[in-house]
């Protein structure tokens, strides 16, 4: 995840919903030192342009489940096209804003703790006979 510093207030407990699931939060430099500040365990993940092992390596090894970039700035935007590829091509989730935070954290939670079946239209028809 990279977020800046004026969109880290909204998501701190987002994430610290998402750490007590038990999800690995991966998190560049500033973010990461935001996050250990408010006692949130992460792993550092450098942006593309710090060099390597960075964020797109990461995606391609199957590390990131879901990414959370809100850039800012014009290497941001750069980092950013990079970035986006590579979790389109590997069917990753791309979310860029502080409320699409917030409200997908909300609804992973709500799928992880709820007791939702999947069914077949078929299957739900027989059960109302």
């Given amino acids: 995840m990279t977020v800046p510093y004026w969109a880290r207030d909204k998501v701190v407990d987002a994430v610290r919903k998402l750490a007590d699931l038990g999800f690995i ?9 935001f996050l250990d500040g408010a006692g949130m365990p992460s792993e550092l993940v450098l942006k593309l342009h710090e060099g390597r092992s960075n964020i797109v390596d990461a995606i391609e090894n199957k ?3 879901l990414v959370f970039n809100v850039p800012v700035g014009r290497r941001g935007k750069e980092d950013d096209s990079y970035i986006r590829k590579a979790a389109i091509k590997h ?8 409320e699409a935070v917030v409200a997908s954290v909300e609804g992973i939670e709500a799928a992880i703790r709820s007791e939702i079946t999947v069914k077949s239209l078929q299957a739900y028809h027989r059960d109302m006979e």
Avoid: D, H, L, N
């Fill in 63 to 65: 590390k990131i489940q």
């Fill in 91 to 98: 069917r990753i989730p791309y979310i860029t804003s502080a």
């Fill in 25 to 33: 939060i991966y998190a560049t430099r500033g973010t990461k030192e």
